[in-house]
């Protein structure tokens, strides 16, 4: 690292286990070994806060009760005084509603960036808003769906939208096969596996995924299919419900359901092709896992997902909810060997030129720079 390290607040007190939560926990990590000083603040007890501790990562609990939480406020103001951090960075837009007025209180000159990982609905572009955000600095934006959709609706100047795509640890994410997990979970060596990641949600396309799966089952005897990811926090009903579907369809002999997974790598490279016919994504961090592992995808053509696949090229993009096109994306990669090489190739050059972690937090770092060089020119 050649600029000096910086002193980095992550905030993320949201008490689920997703996506926004994973990511700003391995971002806070690997800031951390790139020599940066940085603290962890989130819920009690939440999964996050917990697996930024065994990251090694220093932490601070902090309960946030919806908006403009005083007692919050308050905590957040004497950390803040005591810890003096260079950049604030949030991951949940609506800490912000605690995160601005102590910083407002301490009149703190730090920076302060918010990371949005998904889209809104409604326009926010009240007073209150324009107050709030008045004092983000930036704003993340991890797709250009999403980055169009803050443009859209939140009270932020353009120029103050970046697009930083999620990373991939590429070094970690490599092609190879892993024999030992076909074997845990008794597939036969020489087996077809179709793979899905994600966490148990219909709206992660397991429905498509499964009816894909009772599809090919009646074509090929040697197929399986390997489904990586567990129940999140309150979706628990969904997650067996889905279960049962697999249970009713009669193809519960041929889909294994692995839970979530502190590896994901290793799954990735017992697979031959990934499918993810999610319904809507702001980006789609496992489709460039798995491409970055060398999978061949098959996924829908929506929102973030359209800015990783380069259709035809690194994988095949089809309509969401349409079962039948999913089942023709995957049959013309099992009847084309080397059109399944071709894409094999061409995902993994993709993710390395465009998606790769170290890119991403290039920019990072990029942008912490230029609000403590734009906050110094500025008084």
């Known amino acids: 690292m050649d600029k000096k390290p910086l002193k980095i607040a992550f905030i993320c007190c949201s008490e689920a286990w997703g996506g926004m939560e994973m990511l700003a926990v391995k971002q806070a990590a690997s800031l951390l070994s790139m020599g940066h000083d940085l603290i962890f603040i989130g819920s ?3 999964y996050a806060v917990n ?33 003096k951090f260079d950049v604030i960075h949030s991951h949940y837009s609506r800490d912000l509603w605690s995160i601005v007025p102590a910083l407002c209180f301490l009149r703190s000159g730090c920076g302060l960036v918010l990371t949005k990982h998904i889209g809104t609905q409604k326009p926010k572009k009240d007073w209150l808003h324009r107050k709030i955000y008045r004092r983000v600095d930036y704003v993340i934006a991890i797709s250009n769906v999403i980055k169009k959709n803050i443009i859209e609706t939140h009270p932020v100047p353009e120029k103050k939208v970046v697009l930083i795509p999620n ?6 994410f490599t092609p190879g096969k892993e024999p030992e997990i076909r074997k845990k979970y008794g597939i036969p060596e020489n087996s077809i596996v179709v793979g899905i990641a994600g966490r148990l949600s219909w709206w992660k396309g397991y429905r498509e995924f499964l009816l894909t799966a009772k599809n090919l089952v009646k074509k090929y005897d040697n197929i399986y299919f390997l489904a990586v990811g567990g129940a999140t926090v309150g979706e628990e009903q969904e997650a067996e419900d889905i279960k049962e579907f697999c249970r009713s369809l009669n193809i519960h002999g041929k889909v294994i359901f692995a839970g979530f997974q502190k590896e994901p790598e290793r799954f990735y490279r017992a697979m031959d092709i990934f499918v993810y016919p999610a319904y809507a994504e702001a980006f789609g961090l496992v489709v460039a896992e ?55 190739n061409a995902a993994r050059e993709r993710v390395l030129k465009y998606f790769s972690n170290k890119n991403m937090l290039m920019q990072m770092e990029c942008i912490y720079n230029k609000i403590l060089q734009e906050r110094g020119e500025n008084g």
């Open 44 to 46: 009690p007890d939440s």
């Open 51 to 83: 697996e930024a501790l065994s990251s090694g990562i220093k932490t601070y609990s902090v309960k946030i009760n919806g908006y403009a939480d005083l007692t919050a406020i308050a905590k957040l103001y004497s950390m803040f005084k005591k810890e």
């Open 167 to 172: 990373g991939v640890d590429t070094e970690k």
């Open 290 to 344: 798995a491409m970055s592992c060398g999978l061949p995808v098959v996924a829908s053509d929506s929102d973030g997902i359209l800015d990783i696949v380069d259709d035809g090229v690194t994988g095949i993009l089809v309509s969401v909810k349409d079962t039948n096109k999913v089942t023709e994306a995957v049959l013309s990669l099992l009847q084309d060997t080397e059109k399944i090489t071709n894409f094999s």
